[in-house]
């Protein structure tokens, strides 16, 4: 403190003149002339304090050097153009939907433009709460965004997501990175030379700590071979459960693996055709060459113990097996499987599909039912999603489109699963299905139904809809609009919703210009 | 052809961003009947913009003494046509063509209205008669009494805390302060009762607030004794006095003093809110003579502020400062010029100079608690957040709600022209310039 009397004063306030009464001051030091006549009254000790308080204010001297830090460097690449730069400041400091920004990063990312500096922190801070944009972020977030991030512990993941999406990789990272940094380095070099990656991750396997091996063994999904048969099977004997879990899954993914012959062998054990038939015998004890295998000995709630057995099996055995009920998929579930068993060989059958990617089999799969109707609460909803996502592009349009000119009342959960899985921009056929749908559906509806389940429809259909429909939806919200002006109704539910599906298309539509 | 603003100009001007985000959209020809800039003077952008209804919106921009006009219902000033249309502008899409007729209404509406104004603060600066002066003599005699009775019980009442002893004041509860304020604003001292209010934050500012709170009280006292010898100090001391008292110059007095003419750049600007009124602070530098000056704006709750003053703008004009030892606060009396961008603030310096700029302006008044400052230097994030100059030179950085990483990412670690606010709690930054861009802070 300036002043050699403040430390006095403090004292002496703080207790309070009535129980330490003050006596006036002599002081001494630079500022003693300004408190010279100080003298023994209360407001003489405010004013003593008010008046160092000025000199204190007027004599503050700046700190000494204090590093400042290597500055970002230069910028390689090309920044957005200035009416982009508006927009995304719009963006961020707005109310509007995540889903826009999402567009707005795709479109930078695509352009490979990066984010004005000053927003990159509001972009951060909206990438580490929604992870699933943080890839986005980190590609347009340039050599400044690596250069902030660096800067804040919190912001690490932008560069852990830019080390995921740089192909030459210091190999230095690989011997002193973070984890997610060295997964990077390895899935990089996996990808331009999968022996190469085995031979390094086999070389630190005994070395690696426990907790990162589960994430560096999963890098070998990338490029898998028979020459990762040996590792991954040593690594079933694994301590950790995670990797056990991960050895086995890239096991049962190998063709022709002993891990793939062994479940294999259970499955042909435990499913047997009568050819009228088909009996199941799951084991009544899971034992240890199951579980070693990765067979989880617990069900999840709601799945009895042997179903869940099975069930794990014969998601593993390779699709070829079940030849031995029936010559094709279409047959094989048209097959008598014994009662109760059904629902545990569709999740299993839906699972291997998945797993080894069997178009057929998920086309088979949908066109029995999985997943919808009422089946859509006992089949695994995320799996009946993935099942769709099988299904060649064509496939899907064809579909959607029948589901919707054929019913006037389609079921909606297939539906937004068939549009879900339609490559956006939709093709024009399907765009003018839908908005024919959407009309119908808006003529036809109750208010409340178009409140709900029509609005979520309408976002799907902006997600879809290619940005030259913007004329058709205007059209079609003309139409809307005179429909319920000739019954009288005028801002009906049907309107609000098509006026608010113009503003979004027109929005994106904007949006994209922006980047012209 | 004059230079246009940025877009970050722009939209610095929004009242907020889903405004900002509407424009954006609003911002292409295509949704524009018409759309045209003149240069003037006064220099307009106007536009037809394609409403819901059959009508469209008449927008424009006065550019030179900036104000807006659009047919729209919506209550924003500016609202999202008027920045669309300065986005189109800002982006060069805009070709020169003559005003059209309620543009020109427009101009003439606000030119005669402007005249009016002026007619009336000449009317009120007209000698009054002797009984309007006695009265008004009257009125003033018997609010200094009021006053005096304040200081003196504030007085009275600092002593007694210091009697009573400080510590366990910050725990004391927000009615041992508010109390004292109520009495104040009776009194008509509104400056006194602000700064009373101040202290319950003081009070409860966590560690060190003892000695924070001590030399609030000294200051305060200083200003009691200060104003019960108000007859005894020069006038320009006294006129500060009386201002932090809360004693307030009507605007025609200060628009009678003598002008100061020079071509203020728009630093920097700062909102801040209470529950029921907005005050917009502008800083401002006079390029010639390196002069701060302050410009205040009020507007109530969601009401719109005014928006004359464009960030990184310039504008040749007379300004006259209120009256005051330290004369910092200021109106704009007459424009000479249209305001113009500039690239980087003129009176830029070092961390040393800013703090020599603070003491100079407490050696007039003691009581200023903040002083405009630009700094070419870099902010550096940390336990304490610092500005550092190109000397090596340092400051503490306030921190408010957030901590200012957007003016760390936009200068990248390299020296950029950052203005803002110095007070003791640290420096505040409002502004940054670079690469000639100018970035709200």
Known sequence: MTGSIWPELHATALIGTGRKPWRGASPTGPTSDLVAGVGPDDADVLLAAGALTVARRAGTPPSGSTPTGEPAPAEARRAVPPAAATRLRALLGGTSSGEMLGVWLRLAVDRDLIAPPDQLPALFQVAHVQPPLQSLVAAVAGARGAWLAGLRPEWRFILDAQARQVVDLDPRIWDEGTLPARVAYLESLRGRDPRAALARLTEVWASEPPAERAALLAVLETGLNSDDEQLCESALDDRRKEVRAVAADLLGRLPGSAYQGRMTARVREWVVSTGRRVLVRPPVECDAAMRRDGIEVKPPPGTGERAWWLEQAAAAAPLSVWTSIAPDPPAVLAAAIEPGWSTTMCRAWARAAIRFGAPDWAAALIAAGFGSGPNAEIHDTALAASLYDLLPADAVVDAAIELVTRSSEPDLTRLGRLLDACPAPWPARLADAMLGYLHQAIRESHPTWIQARVQMLGQTIVNGLALDALAAVVTLADRVRADADAAGLGQTGGVRLMDSLVRSISDRHTMFQEFA | ?441
């Open chain 2, 1 to 441: 052809m004059r230079e246009r603003w940025t877009a970050t100009q722009v939209s610095a001007l929004t009242p907020d961003a889903s405004s900002l985000s509407a424009a954006r959209s609003l911002a292409s020809v295509s949704r524009w009947h018409a759309l045209g800039a003149d240069d003037g003077p006064p220099g307009t952008v106007w536009g037809l913009c394609k409403g819901s209804g059959s009508k469209p919106y008449q927008t424009c921009v006065d550019l030179d003494d900036p104000a807006f006009r659009c047919s729209c219902p919506s209550r924003k000033i500016p609202c999202k046509h008027v920045l669309g249309l300065l986005l189109i502008w800002a982006d060069g899409e805009v070709g020169e063509t003559p005003v059209p007729d309620w543009v020109a209404e427009w101009h003439a509406g606000r030119a005669s209205r402007a005249a009016k104004a002026e007619a009336r603060r000449t009317a009120a600066a007209e000698p009054a008669t002797d009984a309007q002066i006695r009265a008004a003599a009257r009125r003033a005699a018997q609010r200094d009494d009021r006053v005096s009775r304040g200081v003196a019980e504030l007085a009275q009442w600092l002593d007694d805390q210091v009697r009573g002893g400080i510590a366990g004041l910050d725990r004391a509860g927000y009615a041992h302060w508010d109390g004292v304020a109520s009495r104040l604003i009776d009194a008509q001292a509104p400056g006194l009762a602000r700064q009373v209010r101040y202290l319950a934050g003081v009070a409860s500012s966590g560690a060190g607030w003892d000695q924070r709170l001590l030399a609030e009280f000294g200051l305060l006292r200083l200003l009691t004794r200060a104003y019960e010898r108000i007859d005894y100090l020069p006038d320009d001391l006294a006129a500060t006095v009386r201002n932090h008292v809360g004693f307030t110059v009507p605007v025609e007095q200060v628009l009678a003093s003598e002008p100061v003419r020079d071509v203020w750049q728009v630093l920097a600007q700062r909102d801040i809110a209470d529950d029921r009124l907005t005050t917009r602070r502008t800083w401002l530098i006079g390029r010639e003579s390196g002069r701060p000056a302050l410009v205040l704006a009020f507007a109530a709750a969601n009401q719109p502020l005014p928006v004359d003053l464009v960030l990184g703008t310039e504008v040749d004009a007379d300004l006259c400062f209120y009256p005051g030892a330290a004369q910092l606060r200021a109106v704009v009396k007459v424009r000479h010029a249209a305001p113009m961008r500039f690239r980087s603030p003129t009176g830029s310096g070092t961390v040393e100079a800013m703090l020599r700029a603070y003491a100079d302006a407490l050696s007039s008044d003691p009581w200023a608690a903040n002083w405009p400052g630009v700094v070419r230097g870099v902010v550096t994030p940390g336990d304490t957040w610092r500005l550092v100059d190109e000397t090596g030179k340092g400051v503490d950085v306030q921190i408010g709600a957030d901590e200012p990483w957007h003016v760390v990412a936009a200068a990248g670690g390299r020296p950029a022209e950052i203005a803002g606010e110095w007070s003791p709690e640290g420096f505040r930054p409002l502004a940054l310039y670079v690469d000639g861009e100018v970035i709200p802070a």
